[in-house]
């Protein structure tokens, strides 16, 4: 009964996209669709296939270099995200927490959470040149927002109830912090950091089109100039898919660090 329906639930899933990639198939081999500027799905396998394997030399230089272009990608997203991560989540404690930390920074912060991540693409390159270090500032800026606010929120909600609880079994607030109002605000933390991993994703691709020579966004961009339109699709299936992956690492540290909350509440994020 459980194989069943877990494979009802698989098959739900995927009629949609494999629907969807047999009628552009075939109008594309009745040439409904002009192969010039969108190739048909088994073009861009083959790109992808001599993209990953190198086996035909059909997509010339960048034959068998995929691992490299996407661990470029995947390293600069680690780095920038790994630091985001840990300095959104401990300001945003001390942010939601502490009153006065609230009055000093929040300001500065609501000044500069509107400005696009993309926006400040010449400044990084002033400041650090074409190379990986750009490309981690901006990935940084992208995660940083969402993943702050979303810890501050979550500090903000807890139940005062818990708290006070806390404070009468002789909790100081280090222990107030690590045993309360941490866990009691993680649901929220975790959120904001599956929405910060896809805008550190997106992030990552727009710098890697100008200010890096390297990556999965380089490629896109690269194939685009030689109306290479089957790579430039296979990019954004190549970068879709390590987004989707990465989520679904996110996703399972949820239900490890959050076993209380298994089920809809998770599932609906």
Excluded: C
């Excluded at 073009?43 to 034959?63: H, K, P, Q, R």
């Excluded at 927002?145 to 979550?154: D, K, M, Q, R």
């Excluded at 607030?173 to 866990?183: E, M, N, S």
């Excluded at 685009?224 to 996110?250: E, K, N, P, Q």
């Amino acid at each position: 009964m459980k194989l069943a329906k877990q494979t009802k639930s698989l098959l739900l899933k995927v009629v949609v996209p494999v629907t969807f990639i047999l009628l552009w198939e075939l109008l594309s081999r009745a040439n409904l669709i002009s192969s010039a500027l969108l190739p048909a799905p088994s073009s861009i396998i083959a790109a992808m296939i001599d993209w990953i394997f190198g086996t035909t030399g059909l997509v010339e230089s960048n034959s068998g270099q995929w691992l490299v272009d996407a661990g470029n990608s995947a390293l600069r997203v680690l780095i920038g995200y790994s630091i985001a991560t840990v300095t959104a989540i401990v300001m945003g404690i001390l942010i939601g927490w502490w009153k006065p930390i609230e009055q000093l920074v929040e300001p500065t912060i609501q000044m500069l959470r509107p400005i696009p991540p993309v926006a400040w693409i010449p400044l990084a390159i002033i400041w650090f040149g074409i190379a990986d270090k750009p490309a981690i500032f901006l990935v940084f800026l992208a995660a940083f927002f969402p993943i702050l606010v979303n810890t501050i929120h979550g500090v903000k909600s807890v139940d005062k109830n818990l708290v006070r609880a806390g404070g009468m079994m002789g909790a100081n607030q280090w222990h107030t912090l690590r045993y309360v109002i941490l866990p009691a605000a993680l649901p929220n933390i975790m959120a904001g950091m599956r929405i910060g991993i896809g805008a550190a994703w997106m992030l990552t691709v727009t710098a890697e089109m100008v200010a890096v020579n390297s990556g999965l966004g380089y490629v896109l961009w690269d194939s685009y100039y030689f109306l290479r339109y089957d790579l430039v699709i296979a990019s954004m299936i190549s970068i879709g898919l390590l987004g989707f992956l990465t989520d679904f690492a996110i996703k399972k540290a949820m239900h490890a660090l959050l076993p209380w909350q298994r089920g809809a509440s998770i599932e609906s994020i």
